[in-house]
């Protein structure tokens, strides 16, 4: 699992995709990233090209960005508990 940051032009082209995927959901950087359960701090990383988001968290960020309704459909992580 590669967590590093890519390097050059691929790292600024990812943190972009990442910031236009949370302003397609519509959500602050608090919210996207509770919803990704992440911290904020781990998704400012990614937006900023510090780091890079790997496995689910990745699809959920193609997802954000052809279905943004469907992650604005979903609720937090942690209130998603079955009952």
Do not use: Y
Not at 5 to 31: D, F, K, M
Not at 69 to 75: A, M, Y
Request: glycine fraction near 6%; charge should be positive.
């Amino acid at each position: 699992m590669n967590k590093a940051a890519p390097s050059g032009n691929s790292a600024r082209w990812l943190a972009s995709r990442i910031s236009e995927a949370r302003s397609r959901v519509g959500l602050p950087q608090a919210e996207f990233a509770d919803l990704l359960g992440v911290s904020v701090r781990t998704l400012q990383d990614w937006e900023q090209g510090r780091r890079n988001p790997s496995g689910a968290a990745r699809t959920l960020l193609q997802v954000a960005m052809l279905h943004p309704e469907t992650l604005r459909d979903l609720p937090p992580w942690h209130a998603a508990e079955p009952a």
